[in-house]
Structures are given as C-alpha cells and as structure tokens.
C-alpha cells in the first residue's frame, strides 16, 4: 500500500519538470521528415525545392500566415507540393503543430484539434 502511495506522490511531482513532447507533436515530426524535409531540408531551413527557411528565422511564415487556420489550410491544400493528397488531413494536422512549435508559436508539449489551432497567432 505504501509503496502505491508513494509512486503515486512521485508522479505527481515528476510530471511538470519531464514536460514530454506531445505524442501529436511526435507524430507531426515524423511526417515531416518523412514527407516534407526532402524538398525543405530536415531542420525547415530550406531544401532541395525550396531555399528559404519554412519556420523560424528568415523564414516568411508570420508574414504570409497569421494564424494556424492559414498554415493549417495551406498544408492541407498545397503541401507536399508534388500531391497534396498523400498526407491526411490527421497528419497535416500534426505537421502544423509542429511547425508552429519549431518557431515558438506553441509549445511541444500542446496537443490541439483543428479548431484550437486555429486561431493561435504565428508572430
Ligand atoms: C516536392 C517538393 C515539396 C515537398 C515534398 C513539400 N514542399 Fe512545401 N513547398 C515547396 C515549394 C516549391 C514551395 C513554394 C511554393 C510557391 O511559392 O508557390 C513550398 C512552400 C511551402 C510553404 C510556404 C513557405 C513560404 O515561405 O512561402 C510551406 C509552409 C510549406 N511548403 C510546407 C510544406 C509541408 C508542411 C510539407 C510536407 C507536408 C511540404 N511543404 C512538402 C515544395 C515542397
């Protein structure tokens, strides 16, 4: 009994310091080296395909989208460039976070719908 107490308190005090990233966020990290880092480069700095950074600094990802719903429904309907198609909406989804995670719009450890990333501003 006493040990069940005591792991319990543990956990409870372990928790905020072992802040994980989100499984979403794990998932959106994936997909984006597995669909995306080709033509942007593994860290968003640019790639192949695409010079210019896609998060972060030098990129124009405030400038063009204010707001996850842009990137969100940017994604979704031009990326990957060569067929939109072959992500999910589910994945997009998941990529979005990360992106806006990676510059600083929120944080790794944030899972969100569609409708809470919306309206998240991206400075
Ligand atoms: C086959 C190469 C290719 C792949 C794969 C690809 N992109 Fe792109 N991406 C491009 C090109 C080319 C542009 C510029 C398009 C334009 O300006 O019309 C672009 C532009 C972008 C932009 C806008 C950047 C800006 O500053 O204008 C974002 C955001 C983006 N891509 C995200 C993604 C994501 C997320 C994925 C993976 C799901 C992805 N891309 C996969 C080629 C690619």
């Known amino acids: 009994m006493r040990a069940v107490y005591l792991a319990a308190a543990m956990a409870l ?8 990233p989100s499984a979403q966020f794990q998932a959106g990290q994936a997909a984006y080296a597995e669909t995306c880092a080709v033509c942007h480069g593994a860290n968003g700095r640019g ?20 707001t996850g719903a842009q990137l969100l429904e940017y994604n979704q309907m031009l990326m990957p460039f060569d067929d939109p198609s072959r992500v999910s ?9 990360y992106m806006m995670a990676n510059h600083g719009a929120l944080r790794p450890e944030a899972s969100v719908s569609e409708a809470e990333i919306g309206p998240v501003a991206i400075r």
């Open 13 to 20: 005090v372990a928790a905020p310091s072992f802040a994980q």
């Open 47 to 66: 790639g192949a395909a695409f010079a210019t950074p896609i998060w972060g600094p030098g990129s124009n990802i405030a400038a063009k989208f204010p």
């Open 89 to 97: 909406d589910e994945l997009k989804l998941a990529i979005t976070l």
